[in-house]
Structures are given as structure tokens and as C-alpha cells.
């Protein structure tokens, strides 16, 4: 297979994939019980018909021949002097009075001489019509003629008549189709029962893993006396506990790293400000020596005024920059004033370098003059600069509030929240994807055992914090 025949082929799978849809359990079971009953019914009724339809033609077929027999043995003969239509109306009234028989003495034309002797009786005890259709078997008829020499009297027909025996089915399957009934609907019923029971278990596990996947690796899976849903269980709880062990090397890692980049950007900044310092110092000042010196000449050339106050304006921009970057490496006041002072000089520098956006700092009493740490101080004071940046740039933020407090219920906790005024993530659209800084943060709070909430809106307004504990150290 070409390259671009596998390409097509693995883009026909994934759109395959992305568009298969699921089919919830219950629905399956459900619908395979309700299937499974009705299929019971049907066949079991079927059955019971059939088994009850030919029962129903042998025993009226066993009776009519009986009846036949006797009708033939019994009806006297044509001629002795014996009345014959007398003795046929009172033999065709017995064999009528028998189950599963009828008899009637019909005229030469065919017509009944006389109703029958039990049909109210029996019409009281029938079955419905629809049933008796179904039971019905095929007519079995014999008609024996009623002579008395020379002349047909008339016909003596006996017939097999199911109606009783019809009735006495009936009876039975009004009991019998009900439980059918009754026992398919259980069935439902069970289904139901143990899918609620095995989908709440299933949701208890899932639940369980969504946390996990929230990054609550301390939570647990319950136990369950199901064997298949414990060892469920179990196996997701070694999985959270191997991810728990993985996450806690990781952090482990994390804040080795943080401690050892943290010393290499401190050897970084003390480098660049005690090799650089003097050094720019110098060239400064060997500037204004040479302006000094060539402010005395009578005639000076002014490009030569022009270039040392180039110089010198180079110099002091140097100086400046490396100012700067020593402060991102290491803060000048780090270690040296308090993590108010800390914010307080942050806050100052913003205010110099964007005059139209306006930097407030709020410090309660309490944290003013406490010190968490200096790598906690150093993560507050990076996570504060941080927010405030982005509030500037992303969310064009006029008014930026920074609040240094501690958490009401957990006075061991330092909280420093950023709110601005400006556009910050929209509500609805879910979190957005988090930039190099914001997880530059999520890995300094996580090493050093802090909660970082990334920006949110409330009140048109735009939140992010860092809830440090205090003391803190790394993990």
C-alpha cells in the first residue's frame, strides 16, 4: 500500500471513530429482556395451543365415534311395528346430553325437527369467539337415516361438538396465559433491577476515575462484594496508586529542579552584578572624566561631544538592562526586606513602566513583615508579576489590584490574588489553554505544595491565586 493510500485509510478510521456512537447497557439489556419475555410468551402460547387444539380433536373425535357407534347399534330397525321417529328423537336427545357430542334428528329437506337440548347450558360455559375459532378442529359429521318401511322418516346427525371441551381449555389458559404474563414481566423487571444495580456500581468507578483524571490521585475506587466489580476496583486503585507514586517522583524532581535552577540564576545574578557592575560603573565614569577633561579644551570638535554623550547614554542603557535582567534572575530585595517591601518595589516598577494602567497593592497586617521562605517568596513574587503582565498585555486592564491576605478558615495560608479589569477569559468557554508562565506557576505550586487557581471571571471582573502554606518547603 502506497503512502497516500495509507493516509486516506487512516483518515477514513478516524472519522470512523470519531462518529461510532455508544449504546448505554441498560438500553441493551432492557430491550434483549423485553424481547427474550415477549419471544417466551409467544412460544409458549403457541405451544400450548397446539398441544390443546389436537387434544381438543382427539378426545371429540374418540367421543363421536362412540356416538356413532351407539347410533348405529340403538336406532331400531325400519319395520317390527316400532316407532321409529319416537325412539330416534329420544336416542338423539341422550347422545346429545353426552360431552363432546351433538345429535339432531333433521327432516328429509334437511331442517331440524327439534333444538337442542343443552345449548343454553353449554353457550353459558363457552369460550370467546376468537378463541373458540382458534381451538376449532376440522368438522367430523355422520348423518344415519331414520326409515320406517317403505319411507325415510327422516336423518339422525351426530357430530363432534369441541364446545365443552373448548370451554375446559379456556379455563386453563385464563389461568395460565396471566402468569405467563406476570412471569415475562418479572423478568423485565429483574433486568431492570440488576442493570440499575450494575450501572450505579459502574458509576461509582467512573466517578472515582473522573477525579483521578482532575488530578485527585489520593482517591480510591470502593470496594464491592461483586468479584468482578473488585477486582474493577482494584485494579483501578493500583493504577491511581502507581500514578500517585509517579506523580509524587515527579514533583520530587520538580522541586530539586526549582531549587537547583533557583541557585544557578542566583550564581547568575551575583556574577552579572559583580562582574558587570564595577565594570559599567567604570566606563561611566571614565565617560564623564573625558567630558570633564574635553570641557576644558578651547577648541573642541562637536561630533567629539556628541560621541562621549553617546557613550554615555549607552552606558547608563546598559546598565540599566543588566539591572533589569539581574532583577528577573534574582530580585535585588529578595532575602533582604520583607514579601510586602517585595510586592511593594513590584508594584512600583509597573507603575513607571505603564503610567496608564493603575497597579494597587493591598497587604494585610498579619502577612506584612512574615516570611514564608525565600523560594515561596520567590514564587509569590513571579506568580504576582506574571498575572499582572497578562492582565496588561492580553486582558488590556486598566485597573490591576494585588492583595496579599491569609485564607479565614486556614490562617496557615498566604493567598496572594491578582484582579483586573480587563477582558481575561470569556465564562462559558471552558479553561483556556495555559501559556509557558501559567505553567511555569502550575509546576512551582505543585513542587512547593501550594494551589494555584488560574484565571476566572466573576462580577465582570478577572481572578487568578496562589494560596501558599506557611511555611513552606519543598516537597
Known amino acids: 500500500m502506497s503512502a497516500p493510500t495509507e493516509g486516506l485509510?487512516?483518515?477514513?478510521?478516524?472519522?470512523?471513530?470519531?462518529?461510532?456512537?455508544?449504546?448505554?447497557?441498560?438500553?441493551?439489556?432492557?430491550?434483549?429482556?423485553?424481547?427474550?419475555?415477549?419471544?417466551?410468551?409467544?412460544?409458549?402460547?403457541?405451544?400450548?395451543?397446539?398441544?390443546?387444539?389436537?387434544?381438543?380433536q382427539e378426545e371429540t373425535e374418540s367421543a363421536f365415534r362412540l356416538a356413532h357407534e351407539a347410533v348405529v347399534?340403538?336406532?331400531?330397525?325400519?319395520?317390527?311395528?316400532?316407532?321409529?321417529?319416537?325412539?330416534?328423537i329420544g336416542l338423539a336427545e341422550e347422545i346429545d346430553g353426552l360431552r363432546h357430542v351433538s345429535a339432531r334428528i333433521l327432516d328429509p329437506e334437511g331442517q331440524p325437527l327439534q333444538h337442542r337440548a343443552h345449548g343454553q347450558l353449554r353457550s353459558e360455559a363457552s369460550a370467546p369467539q376468537w378463541f373458540s375459532a382458534l381451538m376449532t378442529p376440522p368438522l367430523v359429521e355422520a348423518l344415519v337415516p331414520i326409515t320406517h318401511y317403505p319411507n325415510v322418516l327422516g336423518m339422525l346427525r351426530v357430530a363432534a361438538d369441541p364446545t365443552d371441551e373448548i370451554a375446559e381449555v379456556w379455563g386453563d389458559f385464563s389461568i395460565i396465559l396471566p402468569v405467563l404474563f406476570l412471569a415475562g414481566l418479572a423478568m423485565v423487571g429483574?433486568?431492570?433491577?440488576?442493570?440499575?444495580?450494575?450501572?450505579?456500581?459502574?458509576?461509582?468507578?467512573?466517578?472515582?476515575?473522573?477525579?483521578?483524571?482532575?488530578?485527585?490521585?489520593?482517591?480510591?475506587?470502593?470496594?464491592?462484594?461483586?468479584?468482578?466489580?473488585?477486582?474493577?476496583?482494584?485494579?483501578?486503585?493500583?493504577?491511581?496508586?502507581?500514578?500517585?507514586?509517579?506523580?509524587?517522583?515527579?514533583?520530587?524532581?520538580?522541586?530539586?529542579?526549582?531549587?537547583?535552577?533557583?541557585?544557578?540564576?542566583?550564581?547568575?545574578?551575583?556574577?552579572?552584578?559583580?562582574?558587570m557592575g564595577p565594570q559599567l560603573f567604570a566606563l561611566r565614569a571614565a565617560v564623564s572624566h573625558a567630558q570633564a577633561m574635553t570641557a576644558d579644551l578651547p577648541e573642541r570638535p562637536a561630533a567629539l561631544d556628541e560621541t562621549l554623550d553617546a557613550i554615555a547614554g549607552h552606558?547608563?542603557?546598559?546598565?540599566?538592562?543588566?539591572?533589569?535582567?539581574?532583577?528577573?534572575?534574582?530580585?535585588?530585595?529578595?532575602?533582604?526586606?520583607?514579601?510586602?517591601?517585595?510586592?511593594?518595589?513590584?508594584?512600583?516598577?509597573?507603575?513607571?513602566?505603564?503610567?496608564?494602567?493603575?497597579?494597587?497593592?493591598?497587604?494585610?497586617?498579619?502577612?506584612?513583615?512574615?516570611?514564608?521562605?525565600e523560594l515561596a517568596e520567590l514564587s509569590i513574587y513571579r506568580f504576582a508579576r506574571e498575572s499582572v503582565l497578562n492582565a496588561m498585555r492580553h486582558g488590556r486592564a486598566t485597573v490591576v489590584r494585588v492583595s496579599l491576605d491569609t485564607m479565614p478558615d486556614e490562617p496557615g495560608q498566604i493567598v496572594v490574588r491578582v484582579t483586573d479589569n480587563g477582558k481575561g477569559p470569556q465564562s462559558g468557554t471552558g479553561r483556556p489553554t495555559p501559556g509557558f508562565g501559567q505553567i511555569g506557576i502550575e509546576d512551582r505550586a505543585?513542587?512547593?505544595?501550594?494551589?494555584?487557581?488560574?484565571?476566572?471571571?466573576?462580577?465582570?471582573?478577572?481572578?487568578?491565586?496562589?494560596?501558599?502554606?506557611?511555611?513552606?518547603?519543598?516537597?
Open 9 to 56: 485509510a487512516f483518515q477514513a478510521f478516524g472519522r470512523a471513530t470519531r462518529v461510532r456512537r455508544t449504546v448505554p447497557l441498560r438500553r441493551i439489556v432492557m430491550g434483549l429482556a423485553c424481547a427474550v419475555s415477549l419471544s417466551l410468551c409467544l412460544i409458549v402460547s403457541a405451544i400450548l395451543i397446539v398441544n390443546a387444539r389436537q387434544a381438543v
Open 73 to 88: 347399534r340403538r336406532l331400531p330397525p325400519s319395520h317390527g311395528g316400532r316407532d321409529t321417529m319416537t325412539e330416534a
Open 190 to 275: 429483574l433486568a431492570f433491577l440488576m442493570t440499575t444495580l450494575l450501572t450505579r456500581r459502574l458509576q461509582s468507578v467512573q466517578a472515582a476515575m473522573a477525579q483521578m483524571q482532575d488530578g485527585r490521585l489520593s482517591v480510591r475506587a470502593p470496594d464491592d462484594r461483586l468479584t468482578e466489580f473488585a477486582d474493577l476496583a482494584a485494579g483501578v486503585n493500583a493504577l491511581a496508586s502507581h500514578l500517585q507514586a509517579e506523580q509524587a517522583e515527579n514533583d520530587l524532581l520538580q522541586a530539586r529542579l526549582i531549587g537547583s535552577s533557583e541557585a544557578e540564576r542566583s550564581r547568575i545574578a551575583l556574577d552579572l552584578h559583580d562582574e
Open 315 to 373: 552606558a547608563l542603557e546598559v546598565q540599566r538592562s543588566a539591572r533589569t535582567a539581574i532583577n528577573d534572575l534574582r530580585p535585588m530585595l529578595l532575602g533582604e526586606a520583607s514579601l510586602a517591601e517585595l510586592l511593594a518595589e513590584l508594584v512600583t516598577g509597573f507603575r513607571d513602566v505603564a503610567s496608564e494602567t493603575r497597579v494597587v497593592l493591598d497587604v494585610d497586617p498579619e502577612v506584612e513583615g512574615s516570611s514564608p521562605g
Open 446 to 475: 505543585r513542587a512547593l505544595g501550594a494551589t494555584y487557581l488560574p484565571p476566572w471571571r466573576d462580577n465582570r471582573l478577572t481572578h487568578t491565586e496562589l494560596r501558599m502554606p506557611r511555611p513552606c518547603k519543598l516537597r
